[in-house]
Every structure is written in C-alpha cells, then in structure tokens.
C-alpha cells in the first residue's frame, strides 16, 4: 500500500514540475520564433559560365513589408557574396546552402553561408554608415548590382546605365554606389581593366587567406575568377539579442576576367 501511494506521489510531483516548466520557458520566451520572409523575386540571376557580359548584373527586389512582432524589428536586406579561382567549388557550396535552404530548416542556410563558407557582406563606395546593406524603407524595392564596368562601357549613360557599368542602384535611393568588397578598400575591377589604380592598392586580385576569397591549387581559368552573391532578410531578436535571418536568395554567379 505503502509502496502505491509513493508511486502515485512521484507521478504527481512529476507532472507539477513539467508544469512549471512549461510555465517558467513561455514566460522566459522561449518558445517565441521570428518569421522573417525572404527577398524572392529576381530579374537578372547571371551564371558564372555566361560568356555575355551584358548579362554579368545582379537585379533583384527586397521584401521589406515584414509582419514581424513588436517589440521584435525588421532591420533591412544584406547581400554576400565570395569569390573563387575554382568554379567546382563554388558550385559545391553553393549547392550545399540551397540544400538547406527551406523553410523546415529555419535559418540553416545564412548560418552555413555566414559561419561555414564564410560569405562576407558586400561593401560599397562612399561607404554606407548602415549596419545592413539595404536597410528597411518600409517597401519593396528594387536592386541592380554590377560588379565592374566592361570593356567597350565606360561611357554609358542611357536609362538603365547601373546595368552596364559598376554601380549599385536601390530603388528610391538617389545616391548611386559603386561596389567594394567587403572592408571597403579593395574594387572588384581585379585586374585593374580600366586603367584607374596608378597606386595598385585598390583593384587588385584576390589573394590567398583572404576572408572573401576561397581559394585552390588548380584555378579553372588562368586570370579569370568567380563572383557568387546571395541576398537574406534580416529581423532584430530581443529574445537573443542578436539578428536572425531569413531563408537566403540566390543572386546568381558572375566571371571576373582579365581584359573584358
């Protein structure tokens, strides 16, 4: 009898304390998750292998009409990118992101591409005094991103000009950017094709062990290198106190050779 009742008091005891607990983690919070939606639609996603380079852009829209719970905010857009003398590798990480990049998966795919690969956010000139990329304006908007100007394009100037030379052009934003790799003393100009580097600090190639650069033994190409870029919403968590990403958007590839 004795040993019944004490059977009873432990389920009982046992039952009262995963009520508290229960109780203790939705006060603490816990069991709150940030739904942060990711920029979806593209206009231009180039490919490493295009041999067109009127087609070597990026152009995307941004999807700042968040829902997101107060006191939780929607800070902007970031955009990464790397770059790689081999185009096998950067197939292989890329694929390895886009395989976790679903919804079931939560936030593995920026947290591979930041933490694993090492993807660094992309940089500009002036400098940007924000702390993401695109910072929140409350609309969708859209984005164009070249990373050089080519051969034969210096002296564009027609309507869609961000398409065609170096620029980064953010709908409703009137200050034009020209894009720097992440540190923002370094262009993507790498071989110097324009001729505006006399002191050959600033466009100037990747070297190994930099932090935005994945680099191998056995290039694909002499002179050429490979350019892949992803866009990714970005929420403020007051749970974490830290950012949480969205699902991440491919943007695309682009080469980066000498002499185009």
Do not use: H
């Not at 953010?170 to 540190?183: A, C, D, F, L």
């Not at 505006?196 to 062990?209: F, L, T, Y």
């Amino acid at each position: 009898m004795k040993s019944t009742c004490r059977i009873q008091k432990n389920k009982f005891l046992s039952i009262l304390f995963s009520i508290f607990a229960c109780a203790f983690f939705y006060s603490c919070g816990l069991d709150s998750v940030i739904t942060v939606n990711e920029p979806y639609v593209t206009y231009n996603s180039p490919l490493y292998s295009s041999e067109d380079y009127l087609t070597w852009y990026f152009d995307f829209r941004t999807q700042e009409n968040q829902d997101i719970e107060s006191p939780n905010s929607f800070v902007g857009t970031e955009i990464y990118y790397k770059i790689y003398n081999n185009y096998s590798n950067l197939l292989s990480q890329r694929n390895a992101i886009l395989s976790v990049n679903s919804a079931s998966n939560g936030t593995s795919a920026a947290t591979k591409m930041i933490d694993t690969y090492s993807y660094q956010p992309l940089g500009t000139k002036p400098v940007q005094s924000t702390s993401v990329f695109i910072p929140n304006d409350g609309s969708n908007r859209r984005v164009v991103i070249r990373l050089k100007t080519y051969t034969g394009q210096e002296n564009y100037s027609g309507d869609n000009k961000e398409q065609f030379v170096s620029c980064v052009k953010i709908e409703n934003v009137e200050q034009p950017y020209i894009p720097y790799r992440n540190g923002n003393s370094k262009s993507f100009d790498f071989f110097d094709d324009d001729d505006s580097d006399s002191s050959s600090s600033v466009d100037v190639e990747p070297e190994d062990g930099d932090a935005d650069f994945y680099y191998s033994s056995s290039a694909s190409e002499s002179d050429t290198y490979y350019v892949q870029m992803f866009a990714v919403s970005v929420a403020f968590s007051t749970d974490s106190l830290a950012n949480t990403y969205s699902l991440v958007l491919d943007l695309g590839s682009v080469p980066i050779r000498k002499g185009e």
